[in-house]
């Protein structure tokens, strides 16, 4: 995988917290199976008797059974990449792994590394950003310190005023690469005559208005990007294309913003968590990963937005 700028590494840099005790797999070890979706009554049974809610994102270790209620139902994330779904009013254990070591499936380590976003001490500091997280006259959506792919590059931004004059240049590392104007629009595509990108690049973009009237000129924070290689493309296909074959609606968009997240391409990781909330939207973990991305995205607004929804009475 081609390494990213300083700058650019600076942008997407992520601490990850440990995940809470209840989730954490036996002696600290990595954990056999996760489970990705949880709907109705659904308990985990340990091989020690002991029980407890199942929940989005909880380890599964050796031993344990997942038991479903009336009308309940689960999915199961092995790390061998398999997806079992379990129906209502069933029970479906957990084996011992087949062998005593050996890595997991690279995309079950995806999953792993993404679901430690719910963490909520991690959240708890979205909430700081309040202060200050107050939208913007004009502010980017994306892309915005992300990688993303040449196919999916489009500029899209938020601004407070329904018909502003806008004009957007990107930088590359030797300055401008292009500047447009844009009016009307909270979306462009890079025009067809500008210079082709390289990947492994770092460039910037805002937007900023033209109106003489609009006096002090505004001007968005700035979003950085970079695109990805052709080969890191062809890898991610295949990765993507494996997520769509046999998986649920919810467990794949959390499956593919995993992948996403794992080539730092935060602004689909965004898209897919954010579709993923809507077919569950009382789940708090799932939208804290959301605010915890918009964060690291540079959206703080947005991530202050998805914070307060966590923290109203139910």
Known sequence: MRTLPALLLVALALVHPLLPADAVAQDGAE????????????????????TRAGAFGMHLNPGDTVQTGEDASAEILFSSGNLVQVGSNSRTGVGQPRTASGSSNPNFQSVQSFLKLKDSRGTSSVGTLRSGGTREALS???PCQSRVSVDD???????EDPAPELKLPLYG??????????????????????PELVPGVSYSWTVETTDPLVIPPLRSPTGLFELI?????????????????????ESGHLYRASI?????ML????????????????NDELRSILARLLN??????????EYDRLLKPR
């Open 140 to 142: 980017l959506r994306q």
């Open 229 to 249: 290689s052709d080969e890191e493309q062809k890898k991610l296909d295949d990765q993507l294309a494996a997520v769509d074959a046999g998986m649920s609606t």
């Open 260 to 264: 996403y997240y794992g080539y730092g």
């Open 296 to 305: 690291e995205a540079g959206r703080s607004a947005e991530a202050v937005e």
């Open 267 to 282: 602004d689909q990781a965004i898209e897919e968590t954010s579709t993923a909330l809507e077919d569950d939207l009382a």
């Open 153 to 159: 590059l489009r500029f899209s931004w938020h601004s």
């Open 173 to 194: 590392e030797d300055g401008v690469v292009f500047e447009t104007e844009v009016l009307d629009a909270e979306e462009f595509a890079s025009p067809a005559d500008a």
């Open 31 to 50: 954990p056999l199976a996760v489970l990705m979706s949880v709907q109705g009554t659904v308990t985990v049974q340990a091989a020690d008797g002991g």
